[in-house]
């Protein structure tokens, strides 16, 4: 089936600098980029999505790019908090589907004091 | 606002035993999903359902069968547990609106399976 890549799986950064993640995804008929993330124990939660009629969204400390033409997007954490340190899942449409996600594999961000 | 429960929260098996997993969402949602969590892996579609009684498969639904019994309740069934296997089972719904207009996913706080 369909692939979404997340990399890195691991990503350490210093507190108060930025954080990246990136995505490509393989469907070119995805049309909705969700981001969703789950600390430790508990259940993902949606934090961030853009739709393919944007390139670039930002809530508050979160901006997410997508480049429809590259099948890339991307998760950009400005100015890192102890509180950023979770598990980061991004996710696209499949296509041929109105319900499905295709999940990428997760990205463990650690925010070094 | 509403939440989703999952029972049981931990649940032990045997090899080649049927294990049944519920989940019950308050939200009013049309849309519900379950999902298999693997360590470093990202979420794998089991099985969703857009309204009640209704049942599509996901890209992982061999081994499991679920049911839509009403809006609110949807259960998994792992028909033959495996030896060693280890997973995290997650519920979530949706308002289920699809097409352009996808919905936020609201996960449940997830059954840890482990078969013995």
């Known amino acids: 089936g369909e692939q979404v890549e997340q990399l890195p799986s691991i990503l350490r950064v210093q507190e108060g600098s930025s954080a990246s993640i990136n995505c490509s995804y393989e469907d070119s008929a995805s049309n909705y980029f969700p981001w969703y993330k789950q600390e430790p124990g508990e259940n993902p939660k949606l934090i961030i999505d853009i739709r393919s009629n944007m390139e670039r969204k930002q809530i508050q400390e979160l901006i997410v790019l997508l480049d429809k033409k590259a099948k890339r997007f991307s998760l950009h954490i400005t100015d890192t908090q102890p509180g950023d340190s979770a598990m980061y899942f991004c996710a696209a449409s499949a296509g041929d589907s109105n319900y499905q996600l295709i999940w990428g594999s997760g990205t463990k961000l650690i925010i070094k004091p | 606002g509403g939440i989703i429960t999952q029972t049981p929260k931990f649940l032990i098996g045997q090899e080649g035993q049927k294990l049944t997993l519920k989940c019950q969402q308050n939200f009013n949602h049309d849309t519900m999903y379950w999902y298999r969590q693997d360590s470093g892996k990202g979420l794998r579609l089991i099985y969703y359902s857009i309204t009640e009684n209704d049942l599509q498969k996901g890209d992982l639904s061999e081994g499991y069968d679920a049911s839509r019994e009403k809006k609110s309740s949807f259960s998994l069934t792992v028909t033959s547990a495996q030896k060693n296997e280890m997973a995290v089972f997650l519920c979530?719904?949706?308002?289920?609106?699809?097409?352009?207009?996808?919905?936020?996913?609201?996960f449940g706080p997830g059954t840890r399976l482990t078969v013995l």
């Open positions: 979530a719904s949706s308002i289920g609106t699809g097409g352009y207009n996808y919905a936020e996913q609201f």
